[in-house]
């Protein structure tokens, strides 16, 4: 924990009702995925890992706690391990354009980083908030709650909607509540332009089960009415929690875009499951979530700044202190196998 003098401003009305936002640095990669293939090494397609730096297919809530470090501000305050499938580019020859080949003799991919947090530039990525309009019936989190939002086996036929995971480029100065311009796939973004995405996980619990069958059948979206009802849990899955959403942004730079339009024409999830050579990529997106946040912090968060309606930047608990700073993992990238989808 680190001492502040900056307290946080209150959420803009018909935005956040109340946040808390963090940085993270990245981690690692690899082809596991401890929550939908649990034991079983390398049996996913391409993940990029944030927060627990040891983060593997043995993962469970106890070994969060008590192995590695975190990536993300707070580092042992928050041992969560966050994970989406990693964004690649076509790799082209530098020197006239041309598609390369790799060495399994199909076209070449490389990966997108993404634009990450670090003590002198934030960029927060993570945030938690109120998905519920009444704050004070938000509970925090239960710790080794695993969730999952997005589909991955979504494809052309079957957009997702774009409440819950979508794209844009940053120039379009896309916003909920006045300018709702967003993407089910991943738009054409011009250099020097940013690639963004959202990720927004279901915030209520059904108050019994830190997992399920299918990964999503324990948590559900708040039903959404309007008027004096507002946003409220359904009776099937009655307990609000603090909602976590993932927001990335990927620079639209020399190294990753396409080299006749010059933007981000061709890219694509190690998670689509369909020909991208037609058809924008993306569509497959979806984000994992294993929480391992200390108690105590989680409902720091969730008592001073959502519950009090703020904007909390930085990692700031708006009680004095905000949450120590970044720290990257081992940042190992694998070879990627199969445009992503693995072994």
């Known amino acids: 924990m680190i001492k502040t003098s900056i ?12 946040i808390f936002r963090i940085n993270c640095d990245f981690a690692h990669s690899s082809y596991n995925d401890p929550i939908v293939f649990p034991l079983q090494e390398n049996a996913a397609h391409l993940h990029r890992f944030y927060g627990n730096t040891l983060t593997d297919h043995t993962s469970t809530a106890a070994s969060l706690f008590m192995q590695g470090e975190s990536s993300c501000q707070g580092n042992k305050l928050n041992l969560s391990s966050y ?9 082209y020859d530098p020197t006239n354009g041309d598609r390369l080949i790799d060495s399994q003799g199909e076209p070449a991919w490389k990966v997108v980083p993404a634009v990450v947090g670090n003590d002198d530039e934030a960029h927060e990525i993570f945030y938690y908030s109120a998905g519920v309009d009444d704050l004070e019936s938000i509970q925090t989190i239960p710790v080794g709650l695993r969730i999952i939002a997005g589909n991955a086996m979504s494809q052309p036929g079957q957009e997702q909607d774009t409440s819950i995971v979508r794209w844009h480029c940053q120039s379009w100065g896309s916003d909920d509540s006045s300018n709702p311009r967003f993407s089910s796939s991943i738009p054409e973004c011009l250099a020097p332009d940013r690639v963004r995405l ?4 279901p915030s209520c619990w059904n108050g019994i089960d830190l997992d399920s069958f299918d990964h999503k059948s324990h948590m ?5 009415e309007g008027g004096p009802n507002g946003s409220y849990c359904p009776a099937s899955h009655p307990v609000p929690i603090v909602r976590p959403s993932y927001h990335y942004a990927f620079g639209v730079k020399p190294d990753v875009f396409e080299p006749q339009t010059q933007s981000s024409r061709g890219w694509k999830l190690a998670s689509d499951m369909y020909s ?3 058809q924008a990529g993306g569509m497959s997106l979806h984000g994992d979530w294993f929480n391992a946040w200390h108690p105590q ?3 720091a968060l969730l008592d ?6 703020l904007d909390c930047h ?12 970044t720290r990257p993992g081992s940042q190992f990238e694998p070879q990627i196998i199969n445009a992503g989808l693995g072994f």
């Open 7 to 18: 307290h946080p401003d209150r959420a803009e009305p018909n935005s956040w009702r109340g």
């Open 83 to 91: 994970w989406l499938p990693a964004l690649l580019a076509p790799s």
């Open 198 to 201: 959202d990720i927004f996980f």
């Open 220 to 224: 559900t979206y708040p039903v959404n």
């Open 276 to 278: 991208t050579a037609e």
């Open 297 to 299: 912090a989680m409902q």
């Open 304 to 309: 001073n700044c959502i519950k009090q309606g």
């Open 314 to 325: 930085d990692g700031n608990l708006a009680n004095g202190f905000r949450l120590s700073g």
